[in-house]
């Protein structure tokens, strides 16, 4: 680096900052209590935030994730001491208490727990809701561009084949792998919840081939690839139920087609945990009560587009929730699997031929 | 230059304008695309950048950019300051051997040699020790902050080392007959002496804070989104959109903005500096 | 005589260590100490949630080497000469488009020569993540560029030029160009022409008198400008993320999933250990080029 350059550099600083600072606004109140929430992006409503707020007299910092590999990533590193309120999947709750990473609830706290609905009480992930409450719950599909792929068999062959789609660039999910590796599984006929050593193998190899094709535009999570779509950046991916509800709703995502693969996809129940050394569990306990209120609970829905497991809720529901979108039918539920939870060897072998996928 | 031929002048010039354009094109790209129509918005239009001014997102961002920028780089001025100082006056003439010559070239070197991926991850992991095992430094602004002094201290301390590196070393011997205290040396020579590096490297300290995003990436926590931070996880995310493209410009035309500032200031300064030295 | 002279080092070097010993210290405790602590991961085992444990192991070596559950894979090879692939390309390319920029502006009026300089180096003043953005927006499958280079039959169609290692080497070239070109205009700034107008006489063609006069005057801004462009285009983590996608994965991304996606510390920590070797191995192997060619940095620590 030359003096010049610094120079340079250094008179270009001191203006932006004077202009800069001109435009510096007030903080927040140092002495107000802070809750701060980890959670998947786009999935609370700015304004039930607010009245949050307005309720506890504290103040709400959210930060977004888009998988829950990057939720727990954050947690192992630290940031289970930094966060009041995570919302991981239902498979993942295991492993976070496992892991140490969460803490028991008291469900003293929380009243509004008799709210909901009662097959979503006392789950096998988590028996006694323990660790975990409900949060919603939605699916995994295929999101793919309407005026480019035409008519498509409802198949993870959309994906998985090279003959089906030759030219369109796709994407599968990254984060943890478990729905990718699932969604290869129940192409090649094991069925979306595998969970043997031989058929996660297979899965992978048949990840490894398709990474390998042209038209392969890497590993992008559910969200992103639904943003992605509607910018077309590609063509095809694998996106969660809501997004695309949502993308239909404000008029963004008029291109976008969604199906749930015949061989078989994913269900899944988003939870609501405390981190094991949150800074202020308390907060975090009322935040959860206050989600699992009844007119919360539809306001949630109806700004994220996702079903609630929140029975007293059900009444308030907007009308686009009733579609097959967003409320799956019984024949859909035939094709839908709840992922199953690992921890222990098995999750050290499920990472490691993950990684190997995608080495 | 009378030495290039004009033919060559004219390949040189015919190489080098596409060069120029190839700098700013996508630039202007970005510029171009803020006013580009959105949703609801048909038509050329500004409305990106009426979302963007009135987004608390943005605007807490960028309050946050300009308390880490300002907050690190006091202190890595002074830490800097004092290390240029003192190696370039306190070290012994022949290069001091290992203890108290190479080993503090080495140590100033590494933060501006580690790739910032490196030094972002390994901050990462040791902030977590740290407040794992005690309980400080909980990730989000304060550890960003000591972050950016580690890298911002060094290049202040090249400056000040670069300036003083220059000067008559006999002017310290007479001051310190002068003034005796080796204190009131620094502060009545040495600090009015250096001043100028002195503010350069200030001012190269905000920048280097302001423009870094890897390493501001992995140290930061909870409610410590910086703005390249934030534009960095809409444009993951998203790709493009008109309010992303509408605060890239404004980043660009500031940029632009204050290097023809500086431009006509200096060139002012040296007309005024030339017209003494003539007389 | 003897006592008096140790006196005085001595009070020199309690001096040094009270003026430079704070800041030091900082980089020390703040960078040095962790990356020893990161580099010490790497011969932990793996736990079950990707964790670093005892017993100490060179596992994680092995992995780095390509062995994994699903037998050997090259896969880390090719991303490792990937990088290095990606840094040379660059680094030509910065070269092949500074060499004319440069003496374009040298060969201008006193005048006009700062504010050419100036405007080659004003987009380096924004944030990589912009610079690295304004590419996203130009090589997309739907921008104008792609639509072009589909009908030429250079891209399959509906494909972009985007992600992709073309798309890395465009952003990686366009970053670093000015760090390029910043050390070049100092060494050619400095050019004695007078041995230039000497070799006039001496060579016929332009080319041999290019390679015989100007350019040993210019090597050292030359070796500066690669150290500076090789080096973090090898490291570099935001261009490839953004515009590079899975096939064009460098060892920056490699590493960085490791500790923010399927977390496995000590793997990623043996993946450091690799990208600071080569960063090292580079930057002396530059440096002594430097040395014995009689350049410096002038006021060099």
């Known amino acids: ?359 | 230059m009378n030495a290039v031929p004009r033919r060559i002048q004219r390949v040189l010039a015919g190489i080098s304008l596409p060069v120029y354009l190839l700098l700013y094109a996508p630039l202007s790209v970005i510029a171009i695309f803020s006013f580009a129509p959105s949703l609801g918005h048909p038509g050329p239009n500004v409305a990106a950048y009426g979302l963007l001014l009135n987004d608390p997102q943005v605007l807490a961002a960028l309050r946050r950019s300009l308390t880490l920028a300002i907050g690190s780089a006091i202190l890595g001025t002074m830490l800097g300051t004092l290390m240029g100082f003192g190696l370039s006056r306190f070290r012994p003439a022949k290069g001091g051997g290992f203890w108290l010559g190479t080993l503090p070239s080495l140590i100033i070197y590494l933060p501006i040699i580690m790739p910032s991926l490196v030094f972002g991850i390994s901050e990462l992991i040791f902030f977590n020790f740290v407040h794992e095992y005690t309980g400080l430094l909980s990730a989000g602004l304060l550890t960003m902050g000591i972050a950016h002094v580690t890298f911002q201290a060094p290049y202040v301390a090249l400056v000040v080392y670069a300036r003083l590196a220059g000067l008559d070393p006999n002017l310290f011997e007479a001051s310190q007959d002068l003034y005796a205290n080796a204190v009131k040396s620094f502060v009545f020579l040495t600090i009015p002496v250096v001043r100028p590096a002195l503010i350069g490297g200030f001012l190269l300290a905000i920048t280097l804070s302001i423009d870094d995003f890897t390493i501001s990436f992995f140290t930061a926590g909870p409610g410590s989104v910086t703005l390249p931070i934030y534009i960095y996880s809409a444009i993951a995310r998203k790709g493009s959109s008109p309010e992303i493209n509408a605060l890239g410009s404004l980043m660009i035309a500031t940029v632009i903005g204050v290097a023809l500032l500086y431009y006509f200031v200096t060139r002012h300064r040296e007309r005024s500096n030339r017209i003494p030295a003539v007389a | 005589m003897r006592t008096a002279a140790q006196g005085e080092a001595r009070s020199r070097a309690w001096r040094l260590w009270i003026t430079s010993g704070p800041g030091l210290f900082w980089i020390v405790l703040f960078l040095l100490i962790p990356s020893g602590v990161m580099l010490g991961i790497a011969f932990f085992t793996n736990s079950d949630f990707g964790s670093p444990v005892l017993p100490l192991s060179l596992d994680s070596f092995s992995q780095v080497a390509g062995y994994g559950i699903l037998g050997w894979s090259g896969a880390n090879f090719t991303v490792l000469l990937r990088s290095l692939l990606q840094a040379g390309v660059a680094t030509s390319v910065t070269i092949l488009l500074a060499y004319p920029l440069v003496f374009f502006i040298v060969t201008r009026p006193a005048g006009l020569r700062p504010v050419l300089l100036l405007f080659a180096i004003v987009p380096s003043w924004t944030n990589q993540v912009v610079r690295t953005y304004a590419w996203m927006e130009l090589l997309n499958p739907f921008a104008p560029v792609s639509h072009v280079a589909q009908v030429l039959g250079i891209i399959p169609p509906h494909l972009g030029l985007m992600p992709g290692n073309f798309a890395v080497l465009v952003g990686l070239s366009y970053n670093y160009l000015p760090y390029m070109v910043v050390p070049l205009y100092a060494a050619a700034e400095k050019l004695d022409w007078t041995l230039v107008e000497a070799g006039r006489d001496l060579y016929a063609s332009g080319a041999r008198l290019f390679f015989s006069t100007v350019f040993p005057q210019t090597l050292p801004g030359l070796l500066s400008g690669i150290i500076l462009v090789g080096i973090p285009a090898f490291g570099d983590y935001v261009v490839p993320q953004l515009l590079g996608g899975d096939k064009a994965m460098m060892l920056g991304s490699l590493i960085a999933d490791q500790f923010t996606f399927s977390p496995d510390w000590p793997y990623g920590a043996a993946l450091t250990l690799i990208m600071l070797v080569f960063t090292c191995v580079g930057l002396i192997v530059f440096r002594r080029l430097t040395q014995r060619l009689g350049g410096g940095e002038g006021a060099m620590l």
């Open chain 1, 1 to 359: 680096m030359t003096m010049l350059k610094l120079k340079l550099l250094g008179a270009s600083c001191a203006a932006a900052f004077v202009a800069a600072a001109v435009m510096l606004p007030q903080g927040a109140r140092a002495d107000q209590p802070v809750l701060n929430l980890f959670t998947w992006s786009d999935y609370i409503d700015p304004a039930m935030v607010k009245a949050f707020e307005q309720q506890c007299g504290c103040k709400v910092v959210e930060t977004d994730y888009d998988s829950n590999s990057e939720m727990e990533a954050k947690l192992k590193a630290g940031a289970d001491s930094q966060y009041d309120v995570v919302v991981p999947s239902s498979y993942y709750v295991a492993r976070l208490e496992a892991e140490g990473l969460i803490q028991p609830l008291d469900h003293a706290a929380i009243p509004n727990f008799k709210n909901l609905a009662t097959k979503f009480q006392n789950p096998t992930y988590d028996p006694g809701d323990k660790y975990s409450i409900p949060y919603q719950w939605g699916t995994t599909g295929v999101g793919y561009l309407k005026d480019q792929i035409k008519d498509p068999a409802p198949s993870w062959g959309l994906l998985f084949n090279p003959k089906v789609n030759t030219t369109y660039p796709f994407t599968l999910m990254s984060g943890s792998g478990q729905d990718t590796i699932g969604a290869a599984c129940a192409y090649l006929g094991y069925g979306f919840a595998c969970d043997t050593k031989a058929a996660w193998v297979a899965a992978a190899k048949l990840i490894k081939e398709t990474r390998a094709r042209k038209n392969f535009a890497g590993f992008v999570d559910g969200e992103p690839e639904r943003d992605q779509l509607k910018s077309k950046l590609n063509s095809a991916g694998m996106v969660f139920n809501g997004d695309v509800a949502t993308s239909y709703a404000d008029g963004s995502g008029k291109d976008i087609g969604f199906f749930l693969p015949k061989e078989g996809t994913e269900i899944w129940v988003d939870t609501m945990a405390i981190p094991a050394h949150a800074p202020n569990a308390k907060l975090g306990l009322a935040f959860i009560n206050f989600i699992l209120d009844a007119k919360e609970g539809a306001a949630l829905s109806n700004f994220n587009d996702y079903s609630s497991p929140n029975a007293a809720s059900q009444p308030m529901l907007a009308d686009n929730l009733k579609a097959e979108l967003v409320s799956p039918t019984p024949a859909d539920f035939k094709l839908l699997h709840f992922l199953p939870p690992l921890s222990g060897a098995k999750l050290k072998l499920f990472n490691a031929i993950w990684t190997a996928a995608k080495q």
